[in-house]
């Protein structure tokens, strides 16, 4: 009998661990979600040019990109449980640029805090996997991954309330009390979980023998290449509807209710997996996002289209990020599962910049030409996914 097969029985709200590792990504989110809109509007105010306004927000997805490998070794050596409590507190310092409005100081603070958030990212990811029951991963990983969306919905408000009958430095108080919460309630509660030391590799200096295993490069794959027609989508849908309605509304109930259908599809795909597996969720959203891609490319110049596909799309993207978890946690070993996340992070960021230049760069040729192009990309990804789920176990290094 499977692992997944023997804990069928174990619910989520029955693992105390899982409780409050959703908690505590919930309060985070709350934290973190509304920090890059009301940076914009905090610079703007400040008579910050536009230009470089987006160099600052951008800095942190690129300092972000640049410990994400490291992260994953520094997991692994020193324990995700305590690396997602350092991660948040340098993240914390995100909240300092409101205190201040000196702009090295701004810019400083937000290039720190982007790295901390890459930290808290990948060794939160590596918690969840170290956490999770077999028989509940999909819908632990969807719940985890909707808390980012609660977060916003919830943060977003509450920033503005803050900001607006107090003022910026209530706000940035806020932060500091939040990022001293998030750090008690992962200490107290979060329990931990496997370290290079137990499993006799705390000795490598830099361990890249991993990378030689076919499952771990299908997943970096899959990962990559869904990422790259997500990030094309996710500049030209809303920039294309813009155009073709003059009509902000339009965009922002797209905004909405793509919102809410990832969501919705987060958790049906995580029940899902966790019943049948990963493998059949996984060759569905890959599919939708091709045939979504060519929808679209007929389509490029209709509002229905754009609405509806790009929808569709996004909510495939996001399924396949609560499918990410488990293809990790049945086929990496869970000492090497921080490393992974820290590829598969540095990959993110890569795949949603290659994403957006490719999406600007057909779109002058012919309008519906980036869709179909990172569409069929996903051709290779159903490739990766059923080659995956068909290697022998002595190719995996799941234990």
Not at 23 to 32: G, N, P
Not at 98 to 115: E, K, P, Q, S, Y
Not at 136 to 146: E, N, Q
């Amino acid at each position: 009998m499977s692992a997944r097969q023997q804990n069928m029985g174990v619910a989520v709200w029955q693992t105390p661990g899982a409780v409050m590792l959703l908690v505590s990504q919930l309060l985070m989110s709350i934290r973190d979600m509304p920090l890059g809109s009301f940076l914009v509007v905090y610079l703007q105010a400040a008579q910050y040019a536009p230009g470089t306004i987006s160099q600052i927000v951008s800095g942190a997805q690129v300092t972000g990109m640049l410990v994400a490998v490291l992260a994953g070794r520094f997991a692994q050596r020193w324990s995700s449980k305590h690396l997602w409590m350092i991660g948040i507190a340098v993240a914390g310092i995100n909240g300092l640029v409101f205190a201040v409005d000196v702009w090295w100081w701004v810019v400083l603070c937000w290039l720190i805090g982007g790295a901390g958030a890459s930290l808290a990212s990948i060794s939160g990811s590596s918690v969840l996997t170290g956490i999770g029951k077999p028989a509940a991963m999909g819908l632990l990983s969807s719940l985890f991954v909707i808390c980012f969306t609660v977060g916003g919905v919830l943060g977003n408000p509450l920033a503005g309330w803050l900001i607006g009958t107090w003022s910026y430095t209530a706000y940035s108080a806020f932060l500091i009390t939040m990022t001293i919460v998030g750090i008690v309630l992962i200490q107290r509660f979060i329990p931990q979980t496997t370290t290079v030391a137990a499993s006799g590799l705390s000795n490598v200096r830099f361990d890249w023998s991993f990378m030689r295993q076919p499952s771990v490069y299908n997943i970096l794959a899959m990962r990559g290449l869904a990422t790259i027609n997500y990030g094309m989508i996710m500049v030209l849908i809303p920039l294309r509807l813009n155009e073709l309605t003059n009509d902000v509304y339009v965009v922002a109930v797209y905004g909405s209710v793509m919102l809410f259908v990832a969501s919705l599809t987060q958790f049906v795909v995580g029940r899902i997996a966790d019943r049948w597996g990963a493998l059949m969720p996984t060759l569905v959203a890959f599919a939708t996002m091709i045939v979504c891609g060519i929808i679209l490319a007929l389509g490029a110049s209709s509002v229905p289209v754009l609405f509806v596909c790009g929808v569709i799309s996004n909510a495939a993207a996001w399924g396949l990020l609560t499918l990410m978890y488990v293809w990790v946690a049945d086929w990496i070993a869970p000492e090497r599962h921080a490393l992974v996340f820290g590829w598969l992070h540095a990959v993110w960021n890569i795949s949603m910049i290659i994403g957006a230049l490719i999406g600007g760069a057909l779109v002058s040729i012919m309008v519906g030409l980036p869709f179909v192009v990172t569409g069929l990309l996903n051709v290779l990804s159903l490739m990766c996914a059923w080659w995956l789920y068909h290697l022998p176990r002595s190719s995996s290094e799941a234990q």
